[in-house]
């Protein structure tokens, strides 16, 4: 099991970048499969990025991919959403989680993450 705790979100004009870090702590960190998702008001959650245990797999969401870098520091126990161009569409509750699949992606449910954060909020608006 892991433990998550997001930090880094705010408010960022359009065309700015945010970077998101998600503490963990438990065992389980470094051969867990790493998730961000987000949850905008009225909308349902989504995938956003993810990242395989070594670091070397990743994959993100159409809306996020050129803008949005997602890498691990598994010495740090640590998993971070490097965010530019932000959009005012991105405007969100980002959530770290965690998953023991193999692989997930946006087709994933969010049923294959076992750990969650509490969230940070990103709003981008001018």
């Known amino acids: 099991q892991v433990q998550l705790v997001e930090s880094g979100g705010g408010l960022v004009q359009p065309g700015g970048s945010l970077r998101l870090s998600c503490a963990a702590s438990?065992?389980?960190?470094?051969?867990?499969?790493m998730g961000w998702l987000r949850q905008a008001p009225g909308k349902k959650r989504e995938f956003v990025a993810a990242?395989?245990?070594?670091?070397?797999?990743?994959n993100y969401a159409d809306s996020v991919k050129g803008r949005f870098t997602i890498s691990r520091d598994n010495d740090r126990n640590t998993v971070y959403l490097q965010m530019n161009s932000l959009k005012p569409e991105d405007t969100a509750v980002y959530y770290c989680?965690?998953?023991?699949?193999?692989?997930?992606?946006?087709?994933?449910?969010?049923?294959?993450?076992?750990?969650w954060g509490q969230g940070t909020q990103v709003i981008v608006s001018s």
């Open positions: 989680a965690a998953s023991q699949r193999p692989y997930v992606d946006s087709a994933s449910p969010t049923t294959d993450f076992y750990s």
């Open positions: 438990g065992s389980a960190f470094s051969i867990s499969v």
């Open positions: 990242i395989g245990w070594g670091g070397h797999s990743t």
